[in-house]
Structure formats: structure tokens, C-alpha cells
């Protein structure tokens, strides 16, 4: 069976300071080559708290062609890692909350945030992309930024089109709720999941840190302190979170009534059967 390396980097952005954090984000090269996918948090680059659209449109950058998509791909290339990180993201003058996946073949994908919170509604587009999934050595990941946690229908369609680990950009604010809530997002869809949660304070909103890397059982891999920087990486069977029974005769797919009869139109998978 495959093995996959995946991790998260957990952090302190630098308020306001894009050319900062890529410089510390580009001095843990040598972590983050140890993995094939590494998850940074949500607003990687620029910080959280901003209290208008002038303010953040000049640290936001354009994917992919801006200076901070740029720097990641070199990073991917650089790494021969899969990157994937929230940026505040610039087109035109509107804002998005996104997330984008950095391949060391150049390729990139960009997720635009679902579920904004609380006032992020005042900065940030309402995105209208689908849940996205991207392929990596033949491993399907969902996509998720932060708050998109508390809506257990995203993550639900990400594992109907097939996600065997969610890859989960945050800067959880909630104490407690975003990293319980992804450990049950694992437990219903059977799936890996890596929380990439920042640190730190920003005008009086404090970030909660404990990132985690989750299996499709629920078991805690790793996880990081409230208040440490740090890279943890853990080696994996993505394959694991092919197997949909949580007893013999019980397959969460086959099982459930309301998700065969609502969300059928997006199975792209068969409960497991045919890889045993
Ligand atoms: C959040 O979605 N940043 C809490």
C-alpha cells in the first residue's frame, strides 16, 4: 500500500507583513522537504484582522500569478512538496478568503472560502466555487478553509467526490470547537483530516492553535501546543480512508438514507468494495 507523508505548519503571521512571513515561511525549507504535503493556515501571509478592504487589497495577492504565488510555487519546486495555504486573495478590487495548493510541477488550484465568518462578510467576496478537490500522486484531498468546519455537508461532499484526506487552511478563533468539530468530520466521512491553525493574537481576536492531523477513525496523529510554532508530519496509508465500514454490516455510505437520497448525484465512490 502507498504511504504518504502529510504535516501542517503552525504559526504567528506577522500582522500586515506578507514579505516577512514568506521569508520565516521559506526558512523551514528544510521541515517542510520531509513531507509530501504540508497545510499552512488560513491568511497565511497577511494576518487576520483587517477593518477595511483598502487596508488588506494591498497586501492581497493574484493567483497565481502574484509575488506571493510565485514564491510558493518556487517553494513546491524547490521542496518537492505539495503546499497548500490560505492567501488573501486580489482580483481587481475585490477580496476572496482562498486557499490555493502549490504543486512542484507548477500547477496550482485555488479554492475560494465558502463559509466566511462572522466579519469576514465585510472584507471578503462570497465565494461561488463548488468544494474542491485536487489529485496528488493519486491521492484525492479535499479542500477547506477554517470556518467551513461547522458546515458538515462540505465535508460530506468532498468525501462523495472522493477526498481521502481534507486539508483544512485555519485561523480557528472558537476555543476548542474548529479541532473537535474536524475530528468528528473525520469520524462521519472516514476520512484524514489536517487542521493548519495559527497562533497568536491580533486586536483583541485571539487564534487557538492545536493543529491536528486526524485519521479516518478519529485518532489524534499529531498535534501542536496553543502557542508553538511548529511543523508536524506524519507518514500515512491514504488507502485507509477507502474502507467505509465502521462495522461489517454498517457502511456510511450504504447506510445513510438522507445522503444517498440528496447528495447521490456526487458519489464518485463505492463504499470501499472495490479495493478489498
Ligand atoms: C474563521 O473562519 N477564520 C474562524
Known sequence: MKKLKIGFF??????GKPEENLKFIESYSDKIKEADIIVLPELATTGYVFHSKEELLP??????????????????????TLIITGLAEREEDRLFNSQAAFYPDGKVVRYRKL?????EKQLFEPSDNEPAIIDYKGVKIGLMICFDWAFPEHARLLMLKGAQILAHSSNLVLPGLGQAGMRIRSIENRVFSITANRFGEEDGVKFTGKSQIVNPKGEILQSAGENETTIKIVEIHPEDANDKNIT?????????????????????????????
Open 59 to 80: 497586501l492581497a495577492d493574484e493567483i497565481p500569478e502574484g509575488k506571493q504565488s510565485k514564491f510558493f510555487s518556487d517553494l513546491a519546486k524547490n521542496t518537492d
Open 115 to 119: 463559509h466566511l465568518f462572522y466579519k
Open 248 to 276: 461489517p454490516l454498517n457502511n456510511i455510505l450504504e447506510d445513510s438514507k438522507i445522503t444517498l437520497k440528496l447528495l447521490s448525484k456526487y458519489v464518485a465512490f463505492d463504499g470501499g468494495h472495490s479495493s478489498k
Open 10 to 15: 503552525q504559526f504567528k503571521p506577522k500582522h
